[in-house]
């Protein structure tokens, strides 16, 4: 098992910035697969970016050139650090973990972009 924990969410101004982390009870490197996904009302759940156990990403088309996402091995978290934010990013952002053919989730961070 494990147990992911989100933070870092808030309410920021279009064009702003905000830093999302998800903390892991165990180590990345036994983690085959993890990502950050984002649910806004009445939407559909849609990835915003992956991370393999090796650390390549894959980031979806609209946040692309201004997302980024990085991890800390020994603090066992991944980040997503948002950048130029715009109202249609307004969501509940969750940290998904594959673990053998076991899916978790956090219990996700609400972004609101507005002015």
């Known amino acids: 098992q494990v147990q992911l924990v989100e933070s870092g969410g808030g309410l920021v101004q279009p064009g702003g910035s905000l830093r999302l982390s998800c903390t892991t009870s165990r180590s990345l490197f036994s983690i085959n697969h993890m990502g950050w996904y984002r649910q806004a009302p009445g939407k559909e759940r849609e990835l915003v970016v992956s991370f393999t156990a090796g650390g390549d990403t894959n980031f979806a088309d609209s946040v692309k050139g201004r997302f980024t996402a990085s991890r800390d091995i020994a603090k066992r978290t991944v980040y997503l650090q948002m950048n130029n934010l715009k109202p249609e990013d307004t969501a509940v952002y969750l940290c998904?973990?594959?673990?053998?053919?076991?899916?978790?989730w956090g219990q996700g961070t609400q972004v609101t972009v507005s002015s």
């Open positions: 998904r973990a594959i673990l053998g053919q076991q899916i978790y």
